[in-house]
């Protein structure tokens, strides 16, 4: 299974790829982090992060994208930007079939240190532990990207997203999965 994890936001967006190995074990793909100035009018800046998620699906063409699951902050600006890029992340995935993901942040940092309220720093060193990493991922929206793909291979099931999608048969399923093979690129597919 590929998953690819944004973390989202509207200045900084972490987005990762992860492939499923055998014993629950995950590979990097790729890691990236999507900016925009904030100089910049949202619409012009959504319209960019936009683009740049179509370009992660195109090149990396996911078998499932896990989005951290908004929820409440006192800052109502960095609430709204990060409303608008996750729901653009589940258009781009929506409109390529790729089931979507919801994972809250306590459920990612569980899944990945142990402890749902694990800070950035241990959540890159569990992150860099659990891919081979020589280096810590940076920035943190890099790592809380891989993490929330990491955390969606060992918790598939999770506010798994898609309605009638679900419904499909064991050879729809197949059939669904030898497509999407089909459609990525070879692999070694360099970072940006």
Do not use: Y
Not at 53 to 64: C, L, N
Not at 155 to 160: D, E
């Amino acid at each position: 299974m590929r998953v690819l994890g944004i973390d989202p936001g509207l200045t900084r967006c972490g987005v990762g790829v992860v492939d499923s190995a055998a014993g629950r074990k995950a590979v990097l793909v790729d890691v990236g982090v999507i900016t925009t100035a904030p100089t910049v009018t949202v619409d012009l800046r959504l319209a960019e992060v936009a683009d740049s998620i179509d370009r992660w699906m195109d090149t990396h063409v996911p078998d499932v994208v896990a989005i951290e699951r908004v929820f409440a902050q006192h800052n109502v600006g960095t609430v709204m930007g990060t409303a608008q890029v996750a729901g653009l992340a589940m258009v781009a995935a929506a409109r390529r079939k790729v089931p979507v993901a919801l994972h809250t942040p306590s459920e990612v940092k569980a899944a990945v240190t142990g402890n749902g309220r694990a800070g950035k720093e241990q959540v890159q060193r569990m992150v860099a532990r659990l891919l081979g990493l020589a280096d810590l991922p940076k920035p943190a929206d890099a790592a809380d990207a891989l993490a929330l793909a990491i955390c969606h291979l060992w918790r598939p099931a999770g506010a798994l997203q898609g309605g009638d999608r679900h419904e499909l048969t064991p050879a729809q399923r197949a059939w669904a999965a030898a497509e999407q093979a089909a459609r990525r690129t070879p692999s070694g597919v360099q970072g940006r």
